[in-house]
Every structure is written in C-alpha cells, then in structure tokens.
C-alpha cells in the first residue's frame, strides 16, 4: 500500500492550497483518513481527520480555515487550506487506517512541505 501526496508548495500569508492524498495497492477498506504536520524542532501533530462516514475533527488552530474531504471511491483524502499563515510552515503528512480482516495498521505518506511566507 502506497500513499501518494501532492499540492504543496509556497505560498504568502493568507493565501490558500489544496493537499491531496491518493492511497494504492492492496486495500480492503480505509476507515479514518487525516492529516498531520510537523514543523522543524516540533512534533508530528494531527491537522485534521475525517472518518468514512465524513465525520471531521480538527485541530483548534485551523478550525475554520481548513476543511478535510474525501473521496471513498477514489480512496483520496484532500485537505483546502484557506487563510495560511507562517505558523502553518510545515511538512504535512497524509494517513490512512487500512482495514483488513485480521488486523488494521496505519499507513503514512512520504509527505509535502507546505511553506508560508509573511
């Protein structure tokens, strides 16, 4: 199973980008999907989830701002990301919860660095 990410990139305050997410290979189900994000010097922190159901959580300090989607039949998460600041600047990482019948295991994407200059 691979995920595969893309969208990032630079981009000055308050402008916007869109993250997308398409996982590959060998998948029986995917239950939740997010992203998370770490920042030099920082933990991995989660930015946003959505379960297959389209129930999203997210993180206080992009409530608003961001908005998490999915597209089951395409097994591709998409994160809008509205209104950025440089305190956004990070490398964002996309997951996906794969189910199978015996066991279920969290996949991770390479990543994509999102740059927000002031």
């Known amino acids: 199973v691979q995920l595969q990410a893309s969208g990032g990139g630079l981009v000055q305050t308050g402008g916007s980008l869109r993250l997308s997410c398409t996982a590959s290979?060998?998948?029986?189900?995917?239950?939740?999907m997010g992203w998370y994000r770490q920042a030099p010097g920082n933990e991995r922190e989660l930015v946003a989830i959505?379960?297959?159901?389209?129930?999203?959580n997210y993180a206080d300090s992009v409530k608003g701002r961001f908005t998490i989607s999915r597209d089951n039949a395409k097994n591709t998460v998409y994160l809008q990301m509205n209104t950025l600041k440089p305190e956004d600047t990070a490398v964002y990482y996309c997951?996906?919860?794969?189910?199978?019948?015996?066991?279920?295991?969290?996949?991770w994407g390479l990543g994509t660095q999102v740059t927000v200059s002031s």
């Open positions: 290979g060998n998948i029986f189900r995917i239950n939740d």
């Open positions: 959505i379960a297959v159901s389209g129930t999203t």
């Open positions: 997951s996906a919860d794969l189910w199978f019948p015996t066991y279920e295991y969290k996949y």
